[in-house]
C-alpha cells in the first residue's frame, strides 16, 4: 500500500469553509484520475480523510483536510477495467488472445476497457463512445489508442476507424446489445473475437426491474443472457464463453460476460446453470 503525495491540498486556495465533494477533490489534488476513479477508490475502502476512513465519494472535505489514497493490486483506469480483466482471465485458458491484435472498445467512458487490452498487447485500440471529453488523459495521449467522441456504435463503419477489428470489447450503458449487435459484428473481421458486458438492467425492460433499478430474480436475469446470446446468432455469431462479471454494475445489478465468434457452437441453455456460482443472489421478489 502507498500514498500519492502527501494528501495535503496544493491547488489554489479555496474560500474560508468551503467544503467539495470527496471524489472531486482526489481529482483536483492528482490523487485520483477521474471522478470515476476516485468513486472506485472510496467505494472499496482505499481512502482515508485526517486518518479516518470514509466510503461515500459524496461526502464533504475542507481544503486543510488530508487525504490519503491507498492503492492495492494493479489500478485500472476504471472500474470496469477490473471486470475486463476477469473476464480475459476466464477466457484465456479457452483460446482468447489479445497480444499484438488490434482491437474495439464499444462505449470506452474513461478507458477501463481501452486500458485492459494495452495492457495485454494490443497493438491498438480504438475507444469509441457517444459521450465526449472522458477518456483519462494517459489514455488519450497513448499512440497506441485512437479515439473516436460523439460517435454512436450503431452507426459506425469499418471505414471509419482504419478497418475491421480482430477483437471488439463492448460496455455499453442504457441500450439493449441485443439491438446493437449486428453494427458491432460489422466492425469485426472474419475470424475475429468479441468480448460484451451484458447488463440485464438494460435487457429486461423498465418494467421488470426491481427496487434501485436491481434485477433480483435470477431468471430474468438469466432471460437477458439468453437474449443477447440469441441475436448473437442472428447475426451469425455463436458462444465460445459465458462468464459471470467478478464486480457487479454500480447499483448492485449481476452483470455477464458473453465471449462470441462466428466459428463457436450456438448459445445452448444450459450454460446457464453454470453461470452463477453458489451463494450468488438466486431468485427473489421483485
Sequence with gaps: MGTTLDGRDHGPPDAPGRRTRLDTELVRRGLARSREHAADLITSGNVRVDGRPVCKPASRVAAGDVCEVDSPGPEFVSR????????????????????????????????????VPLRAGARQVVAVDVGHDQLVAELRDNPAVDVHERTHVRDLR???VGGAVDLLVADLSFISLATVLPALAGLVRPGGDLVVLVKPQFEVGRSRLGKGGVVRELALRHDAVRTVAVAAGDVGLGVAGATVSP????????????????????????????????????????
Design 158 to 160: 469499418p471505414t471509419q
Design 80 to 115: 470496469g477495467g477490473h471486470k475486463l480483466a476477469g473476464a480475459l482471465e476466464a477466457f484465456g485458458p479457452l483460446g482468447l488472445t489479445v497480444d499484438g491484435r488490434r482491437c474495439l472498445d464499444a462505449g470506452a467512458s474513461t478507458g477501463g476497457f481501452t486500458d
Design 247 to 286: 464486480l457487479p454494475g454500480p447499483a448492485g445489478n449481476t452483470e455477464y460476460f458473453l465471449w462470441l465468434r462466428a466459428d463457436a457452437p450456438p448459445w445452448d441453455d444450459t450454460t446457464l446453470a453454470a453461470l452463477d456460482p453458489p451463494g450468488s443472489p438466486k431468485e427473489t421478489s421483485l
